[in-house]
């Protein structure tokens, strides 16, 4: 499975960003597919996770800004962040899991500006 980011960029407090991961391969079934970010000098953070019956979990930071959804057709699972804030900013890489493996897709970067 190889997963493909996209959508990071520089925007203003207050602002909103969709990231983008597509999945590509052939022969998986993904069961869980989500967000991480990691800011200079933090750990990384869980951000948001979407399992495969619709079940959805954020990080509190986010909980009511960012949404996830998923798009089964791409394999193409999407993070809306909204009301975005200056501590938002950080390198957002996405991940998929199959029965028993994770994969990573290349980072983002969000920068968010006051």
């Known amino acids: 499975v190889q997963l493909q980011a996209s959508g990071g960029g520089l925007v203003q407090a207050g602002g909103s960003l969709r990231l983008s991961c597509t999945a590509a391969?052939?022969?998986?079934?993904?069961?869980?597919m989500g967000w991480y970010r990691q800011a200079p000098g933090m750990q990384r953070e869980l951000v948001a996770t979407l399992i495969s019956g619709g079940t959805t979990n954020y990080a509190d930071s986010v909980k009511g800004r960012f949404t996830i959804s998923r798009d089964n057709a791409k394999n193409t699972v999407y993070l809306q962040m909204n009301s975005l804030k200056p501590e938002d900013t950080a390198v957002y890489s996405c991940?998929?899991?199959?029965?028993?493996?994770?994969?990573w897709g290349q980072g983002t970067q969000v920068t968010v500006s006051s």
């Open positions: 991940f998929a899991m199959t029965s028993g493996r994770a994969y």
């Open positions: 391969g052939s022969g998986f079934s993904i069961n869980v």
